[in-house]
């Protein structure tokens, strides 16, 4: 008997499937919709040098009144910002909800590990609460 679970019924959450996408050039969502259509296609794959990671930014308690438009980094592939300046937060409610969502590309696990803890950190002090 197989028995299936969530992990098995669906593609990764958050921004992994950007991840993926980036790395190797397949959109997995898409992939995944058209296989279930019976649609069946030759993905032809490639896989990029560079790494990828994301991160999604928790809000912390209070009014938001300033959240960076921006990142100074060329290293962040992709910067998205969910929250809304005067609105009130009372931290993160989930383990899915946040005010942005950032991913970076780095040449090893390393560097993705250490650029995402420094864009974790300069969203924070840069993200304004009252």
């Known amino acids: 008997e197989i028995i299936l679970c969530e992990v098995a019924s669906r593609t990764a959450g958050g921004k992994i499937p950007k ?63 969910y929250a809304k300046e005067g609105d009130f937060y009372q931290g993160a409610t989930s383990s899915v909800f946040a005010i942005a969502s950032v991913i970076v590309e780095g040449e090893s696990e390393q560097d993705v590990t250490k650029r995402l803890n420094q864009v974790d950190e300069y969203i924070k002090l840069n993200t304004i609460y009252i």
């Open 19 to 81: 991840c993926i996408e980036y790395r190797t050039g397949t959109d997995m969502n898409r992939t995944w919709f058209r296989n279930q259509l019976g649609l069946l296609t030759e993905e032809n794959s490639v896989k990029r040098e560079m790494l990828y990671g994301s991160i999604q930014c928790a809000p912390k308690h209070g009014k938001l009144t300033s959240i960076p438009k921006e990142l100074p980094f060329d290293w962040v592939k992709l910067y998205e910002v």
